[in-house]
Nanobody, 124 residues
Framework: QVLLVESGGGLVQAGASLRLSCAAS????????MGWFGRAPGKEREFVAAITWSSGRTYYADSVKGRFTISRDNAKGTVYLQMNSLKPEDTAVYYCASRSAGGLVQSSSEYDSWGQGTQVTVSS
């Protein structure tokens, strides 16, 4: 199992920036893909971004392209989500997830391990 712990959420005004962190421990050597998902109030969990653990290839939801950047520090076992130009519609609980199998997937059901989530609230 891979243990994931998110941090970095908070309350900010529209246009501000936040950086979320996800610290991974345990069997991280089996990890192929790390992803970030957001669950807005009353909505399903949605894909935000993903990065392959070894090569660092990145993927983004259309809604965050150009504003959010996912990155990883293999030495620290940590994945980051830099969120710029935040909008009120970005308000959500953000979850970090890992996937051991190959493939670049956006469905939450395809990920194996999940963190507890961190709240991001963007006021207008």
């Amino acid at each position: 199992q891979v243990l994931l712990v998110e941090s970095g959420g908070g309350l900010v005004q529209a246009g501000a920036s936040l950086r979320l962190s996800c610290a991974a421990s345990g069997r991280t050597f089996i990890t192929y893909l790390m992803g970030w998902f957001g669950r807005a109030p009353g909505k399903e969990r949605e894909f935000v971004a993903a990065i392959t653990w070894s090569s660092g290839r990145t993927y983004y939801a259309d809604s965050v392209k150009g504003r959010f950047t996912i990155s990883r520090d293999n030495a620290k076992g940590t994945v980051y989500l830099q969120m710029n130009s935040l909008k009120p519609e970005d308000t959500a609980v953000y979850y970090c997830a890992s996937r051991s199998a190959g493939g670049l997937v956006q469905s939450s059901s395809e990920y194996d391990s999940w963190g507890q989530g961190t709240q991001v609230t963007v006021s207008s």
